[in-house]
């Protein structure tokens, strides 16, 4: 059977997960992301958090699935979509194993790095399923960061607070397991004293695109720093 992969990290508060605050660092990227809406058409938000894309994509007129394992982001999308009206379909399931209707989309975005916490074995499944619920055509747009370049920083220094505010988070680095290609934190939620590993996997951009490249044609590749970047596929 395989395992859920909720994180428990992202059940925790977290300030710059909010739907405010990603509604300000969004910007940089939806000049990029703006031009593929197809109002009318469908879109899904994987990994979607508190779905602060998601009521972006519906203000440009499509109709959004938005799915996120986490209980607590869902809710606070809830609470925004309740706020603003929204019709928003807000999903909380593993992407990882939730069945996506076939040939149903004309748009997909997973930003904030999501593909980081996949593990290697499930990322095929994932990118298969992914491709079948896209109408051909479709563009899917992921945000990704180089895993080396994460590995590095998340290892030096390798313990320290993370967040402060709602909630005061510690991260350990608990070193690279080879066997798995990720490196391993120890987070420590002090305000709820609550212990969780995280493992990061370390894959690289080319590794990436080439893992996507079965179903998925690279259109553009945008850099949002030396390590960060917004990939348009097109679903083949
Ligand atoms: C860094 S956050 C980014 C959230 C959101 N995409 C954004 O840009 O604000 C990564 C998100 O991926 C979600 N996530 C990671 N693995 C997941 C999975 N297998 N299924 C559903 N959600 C997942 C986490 O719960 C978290 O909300």
């Known amino acids: 059977m395989q395992q859920d992969s909720f994180i428990p990290v992202f059940n925790w508060a977290i300030a710059e997960l909010t739907v405010a605050e990603r509604l300000e660092t969004l910007k940089p990227l939806w000049k990029h992301i703006a031009p593929l809406a197809v109002p009318g058409g ?4 994987l990994c979607c958090g508190s779905g602060a894309a998601a009521f972006l994509l519906e203000e440009a007129g499509m109709a959004v699935t938005a799915v996120d394992s986490s209980p607590r982001l869902i809710e606070l999308a809830r ?4 706020r ?12 990882l194993g939730y069945e996506l209707e076939a040939n149903n989309y004309d748009l997909a975005l997973a930003l904030g790095n999501p593909l980081l916490d996949f593990p290697p074995e ?10 079948k619920a896209l109408k051909p055509g479709a563009h899917a747009v992921f945000e990704y960061y180089d895993g080396v370049v994460s590995h590095r ?6 313990e320290r607070i993370t967040e402060r505010e709602p ?4 991260s350990r680095y608990l070193g690279y397991e080879a066997a ?9 939620n002090r305000t709820r004293d609550e212990k969780c590993i995280y493992h990061g996997y370390v894959y690289t951009i080319p590794l990436l695109r080439q893992l996507l490249a079965p179903r998925f044609t690279l259109k553009r590749s945008h850099s949002l720093s030396d390590y960060k970047f917004l990939d348009v596929h097109v679903r083949d």
């Open 167 to 170: 909630e005061e988070i510690a």
């Open 153 to 158: 920083k998340w290892s030096e220094p390798a």
């Open 180 to 188: 798995l290609g990720a490196f391993k934190l120890e987070l420590h």
């Open 79 to 82: 609470e925004e979509a309740r």
């Open 84 to 95: 603003r009206g929204s019709a928003v379909e807000l999903v909380q399931a593993d992407v």
């Open 122 to 131: 499930r990322f095929g499944p994932f990118r298969d399923s992914l491709a």
């Open 42 to 45: 469908r879109a899904l938000n």
